[in-house]
């Protein structure tokens, strides 16, 4: 299943991807499916049923019709881990890390699919990396690795956007600021339920720009894998459902 969040008039609301391109808004389908996708990915696999069924069962909407928001409109942390390929790694001319570099960007900074990247007047060396990003849906903390993907409601697709002249031109360093301008963390457009990706660890990863390829890899070239770094960040910090 693929879920979105669309805006309304009355605000943001989660909608379900038909495999024709339609939507379905899940909570006029079914009212007991939460209008907010937080609430709905942390009601767990019960939720997701019932909103795989509103989704079938709804009345479909044009996708086309839709402005299209954040998936996650309103994340309580954006947690991004750094130098997780070795070829990446390299390219920073530092060896791959023993242990997940994790940084963080502030939630302002995510935006949605098809809106537009904010080139900041206080940069000029905006850089792209396109991402996997998995969106936590039940919460916890200590969480073991065995169990790790059991807490992912889902994946979509993320560019972590970053002014290198920030990050590291600045004294010291800024990777916060320099990684968390207004509409740097650009997600989406759906996220593709974890039932539907049963192994994450073997997805490519493509970027273009103006239509050429700038990066290719697979997800099966991370130094560490989902799993490991979901139960590495819990042992520091509680995650919640709508984390990235």
Known sequence: MRLITYQSPTGPRAAGLNGDGSCVDLNSADRRVPHCIK????????????????????????AEELVLLPLVPNPEKVICVGKNYAEHARETGSKP????????????????????ILLPPESNQVDY????VAVIGRGGRNIAQSRALEHV???????DVSARDWQKGKPGGQWLLGKSFDSFAP??????TADDIPDP????????????VMQQSNTRLMIFSVAELIAYVSRVCTLSPGDL
């Open 97 to 116: 890390p023993d242990e997940p570099v994790f940084f963080s960007k502030f939630p302002s900074a995510v935006c949605g699919d098809g809106q537009p």
């Open 39 to 62: 609430k709905l990915l942390g009601q767990g696999d019960a939720g997701l049923r019932l909103a795989a069924e509103a989704a079938r069962l709804g009345e479909p909407i044009a």
């Open 201 to 212: 660890q073997c997805l490519d990863i493509k970027l273009r720009l103006n239509g050429r």
């Open 187 to 192: 997600i989406g457009p759906a996220l593709v």
């Open 153 to 159: 409601a889902g994946y979509c697709c993320g560019n």
């Open 129 to 132: 990396e396109a991402e996997l």
